[in-house]
């Protein structure tokens, strides 16, 4: 979003040049991420001399984050209107209703990864196999990213378009 606000998407869109430059600039920063993925060694830093951070704060930064976030609003505004009647006499209240079912379902699901985590957090922390094998396979999964942005075509207005 932020790219065609710019303007960067119509330079990309007509700039054979400058879509193949971002995309090979793209695909060295996937590799170098694998590289250096695949360089750490030794157990998790699990942040053990990192001061405890309140229940409070923790809700508070997850809040914030996500309010300043611009995606969750682009979404909202782009994804939630179809669901709302042009002819609806509340319209914003409809939104709301939706924005906070959508929020909580979010919510639910973002718990149960924690819980998750929380739960195999000792399996992992404790078995450097796993870790070795946990970094094997996100350096392959950038690998992965890096070759599919390499094979990348650069997309072909059709006759007449305007970019």
């Given at each position: 979003?932020?790219?065609?606000?710019?303007?960067?998407?119509?330079?990309?869109?007509?700039?054979?040049?400058?879509?193949?430059?971002?995309?090979?600039?793209?695909?060295?920063?996937?590799?170098?991420?694998?590289?250096?993925?695949?360089?750490?060694?030794?157990?998790?830093?699990?942040?053990?001399?990192?001061?405890?951070?309140?229940?409070?704060?923790?809700?508070?930064?997850?809040?914030?984050?996500?309010?300043?976030?611009?995606?969750?609003?682009?979404?909202?505004?782009?994804?939630?209107?179809?669901?709302?009647?042009?002819?609806?006499?509340?319209?914003?209240?409809?939104?709301?209703?939706?924005?906070?079912?959508?929020?909580?379902?979010?919510?639910?699901?973002?718990?149960?990864?924690?819980?998750?985590?929380?739960?195999?957090r000792s399996h992992v922390v404790s078995r450097p196999?796993?870790?070795?094998?946990?970094?094997?396979?996100?350096?392959?999964?950038?690998?992965?990213?890096?070759?599919?942005?390499?094979?990348?075509?650069?997309?072909?207005?059709?006759?007449?378009?305007?970019?």
């Open positions: 979003m932020a790219a065609a606000i710019t303007g960067l998407a119509a330079l990309l869109h007509t700039s054979a040049v400058a879509f193949e430059t971002l995309k090979y600039l793209g695909v060295a920063y996937l590799l170098y991420m694998a590289w250096n993925t695949l360089k750490e060694s030794g157990s998790l830093n699990v942040g053990h001399d990192v001061a405890p951070r309140s229940v409070g704060k923790v809700i508070t930064s997850g809040i914030l984050i996500n309010i300043l976030n611009p995606k969750l609003s682009i979404f909202f505004f782009a994804f939630l209107p179809q669901f709302v009647s042009t002819t609806e006499p509340h319209a914003l209240s409809k939104m709301l209703e939706l924005s906070t079912v959508f929020m909580l379902l979010t919510f639910v699901v973002f718990a149960g990864y924690g819980i998750f985590a929380a739960s195999i196999m796993v870790l070795t094998w946990m970094r094997r396979t996100f350096a392959g999964a950038f690998v992965a990213l890096g070759a599919k942005l390499a094979l990348t075509d650069r997309p072909v207005a059709p006759v007449g378009a305007t970019p």
